[in-house]
């Protein structure tokens, strides 16, 4: 069973440019989150889609933009791109009907560098 | 507003007891949590604990909560050098709200 997938491993953009990264969520899993994971940081939470919708959002400003389609799959935008969104960026996908603890399964991340 | 501090480095030898501590802000927070991370890796939950629990056993692993504190810590038995990686605590009442992490180094 695959856990939650993400896609490029790397990349490497310049300031001002737009990038997209991918996520697909365990088998099972259909709310998708994703994070901002700085260096020496612990993770920031961005946003969280569910049904399509973006459900929660963090405190991040609107140049980070998502999407989440009909198989549950998301994409992470981030337009304007600035030297400090340099970052590992994680997804994690859960079960939107789990009641108790927030369980998460994390990808390994998206790393960005931005030049 | 929310805040979870974590000290940053621990050093133990192997065999050892490792004791790593929290302190969070947010008292509606439901849920606490532990996770792992270790170089090139994601996150990998460890465990987690209600909030109104004061201490939770999971195998080699201990968590305590101090409520009235806000003071959380997970007790690591028997530390092997496979344990050496970078622990986060995790408050939750809505989005988790990680520390900085505190990186654990194992020493043979």
């Known amino acids: 069973d695959a856990g939650v997938t993400q896609s490029p491993t790397h990349l490497i953009k310049t300031r001002g440019q737009q990038v997209t990264l991918r996520c697909s969520p365990k088998?099972?899993?259909?709310?998708v989150s994703w994070y901002q994971q700085a260096l020496g940081q612990g993770p920031q939470f961005i946003f969280q889609y569910y049904e399509e919708e973006e459900r929660q959002r963090g405190n991040f400003p609107d140049r980070f933009s998502g999407h989440q389609f009909p198989n549950y799959s998301s994409e992470l935008n981030v337009n304007a791109l600035l030297l400090g969104d340099s970052a590992l960026y994680l997804c994690?996908?859960?079960?939107?009907?789990?009641?108790?603890?927030?369980?998460?399964?994390f990808g390994a991340g998206s790393r960005l560098t931005v030049l | 507003g929310e805040d979870v501090e974590q000290s940053l480095f621990l050093s133990v030898r192997e065999g050892d007891s490792s004791v790593i501590n929290c302190t969070y802000t947010?008292?509606?927070?439901?849920?606490l949590y532990w996770y792992k991370q270790e170089p090139g890796a994601g996150l990998q939950l460890l465990t987690y604990?209600?909030?109104?629990?004061d201490m939770k056993q999971d195998q080699r692993l201990t968590v305590l909560l101090n409520k009235k504190d806000k003071h959380l810590s997970l007790r690591i038995a028997d530390t092997q050098t496979g344990d050496s990686a970078i622990y986060f605590c995790?408050?939750?009442?809505?989005?988790?709200?990680f520390g900085s992490g505190t990186r654990l180094q194992v020493q043979p």
């Open positions: 604990i209600f909030s109104n629990m």
């Open positions: 994690a996908s859960s079960w939107g009907g789990q009641s108790g603890a927030n369980v998460l399964t």
């Open positions: 995790a408050e939750a009442w809505r989005a988790l709200t």
């Open positions: 088998s099972g899993h259909d709310t």
């Open positions: 947010d008292s509606s927070s439901t849920y």
